[in-house]
């Protein structure tokens, strides 16, 4: 699986959106964007996920770059409760596979 | 929304004693995982049952270490003997064969004395 460089911290004022950068320069073509986030060491939290295309739900939206070397997760009204440590994963979607998680930005959200 | 449920959520053993820790995975899921996180570190995968055996395990889950499925609805960790090593927050998680997303536990807290 491809490795991940993401910012060790951030900060985002509440109400604004929060945009995490990741890069995966070495990426495959079949290889996901997975986003997870963690809360104070509640269970990770799946967010979101892409291949190409930029996805959004009613968590955040995913923008991937056009050459898949780089993405960004979107938060776009974050709340004081988005304080997370967030996780930026590659790897082949395949029944079962494990997650290799990084050390993530710590996102924190300021009032 | 379907939760992962994880018992006890906090545990104190001494070492060199066994635990098992418990875990109620999704109903209809069919993959199951154990992660463990020592505090202040990362997320580590131990392993992955599938079809009621191991499908993949890290280095870290060693001889000391089991799974089992007893049932159609448990899926527990066994620690065989417990070093004060082995204390970190243990993570159950779960997946079916459509979803892009595991669901992960809230976690066991063990700790060893």
């Known amino acids: 699986d491809a490795k991940t460089t993401q910012p060790p911290s951030m900060d985002c004022a509440e109400g604004r959106a929060a945009n995490l950068p990741c890069n995966h320069s070495t990426i495959s073509g079949n290889e996901y964007v997975y986003w997870y986030r963690q809360i104070h060491s509640q269970g990770p939290q799946y967010i979101i996920h892409g291949l190409k295309n930029n996805e959004t739900n009613e968590m955040a939206s995913l923008i991937i770059t056009e050459d898949r070397k780089s993405s960004t997760l979107i938060l776009p009204h974050a709340t004081l409760r988005d304080t997370a440590v967030y996780y930026c994963?590659?790897?082949?979607?395949?029944?079962?596979?494990?997650?290799?998680f990084g050390q993530g930005t710590e996102l924190s959200v300021k009032p | 929304e379907p939760e992962v449920t994880q018992t006890p959520s906090h545990q104190v053993t001494q070492m060199g004693q066994e635990v098992i820790l418990r875990c109620v995975p999704i109903s209809n899921h069919l993959y199951f995982y154990w992660y463990r996180q020592i505090l202040g570190q990362k997320v580590e995968f131990l392993v992955s049952f599938y079809n009621n055996e191991i499908s993949e395990k890290s280095e870290i889950f060693d001889d000391q270490f089991s799974v089992e499925r007893p049932d159609g609805s448990n899926f527990t960790l066994k620690i065989r003997s417990t070093k004060l090593e082995d204390s970190a927050m243990y993570f159950c998680a779960s997946s079916d064969s459509t979803s892009y997303g595991y669901t992960f536990g809230s976690g066991t807290r063990l700790t060893v004395v």
């Open positions: 994963i590659v790897r082949v979607y395949n029944q079962g596979g494990k997650l290799i």
